[in-house]
C-alpha cells in the first residue's frame, strides 16, 4: 500500500506563506485522488484541498482563493501553497485518499499562524 507523509508545516505570522508537501511512497496516481485535510484542537478534520487523478481541484470555501493545490507526478508529489494564511488556518494538515478507503494517516505537520 502506499504511504504518504506530509511535511512543510511551521509557525508563521498573518498574512505569510507556506508550501506543505506530501511525499507518495509509490505512484501518486495509485492513490484515488489526494486530499489536504486540517484539524484544529477541538474541532472536526476538515477537507481543505482536493486534486482528482482527473486533474478536478476543489476547495474549501475559506481557502479558495488562498491556497493552491499542485500535483508533481515526476515526484511522487502533492503540494500545498498556502499564503495570506490567517490565524483561522491554525491545525495540523495530513494528507490522504479523497476517494474510496483512507490510507493510514501519518502524523501530519503543524501549521500555527500567530503574531
Known amino acids: 500500500q502506499v504511504q504518504l507523509a506530509e511535511s512543510g508545516g511551521g509557525l508563521v505570522r498573518p498574512g505569510e506563506s507556506l508550501r506543505l508537501s506530501c511525499a507518495a511512497s509509490?505512484?501518486?496516481?495509485?492513490?484515488?485522488?489526494v486530499g489536504w485535510y486540517r484539524q484544529a484542537p477541538g474541532k472536526a478534520r476538515e477537507l481543505v484541498a482536493s486534486?482528482?487523478?482527473?486533474?478536478?481541484?476543489k476547495y474549501l470555501d475559506s481557502v479558495q482563493g488562498r491556497f493552491t493545490i499542485v500535483r508533481d507526478s515526476s515526484k511522487n508529489t502533492v503540494y500545498l501553497q498556502m499564503n495570506s494564511l490567517k490565524s483561522e488556518d491554525t491545525a495540523v494538515y495530513y494528507c490522504?485518499?479523497?476517494?474510496?478507503?483512507?490510507?493510514?494517516w501519518g502524523q501530519g505537520t503543524q501549521v500555527t499562524v500567530s503574531s
Open positions: 490522504n485518499s479523497v476517494g474510496g478507503s483512507f490510507l493510514n
Open positions: 509509490g505512484n501518486i496516481f495509485s492513490i484515488d485522488g
Open positions: 486534486i482528482a487523478n482527473n486533474g478536478n481541484i
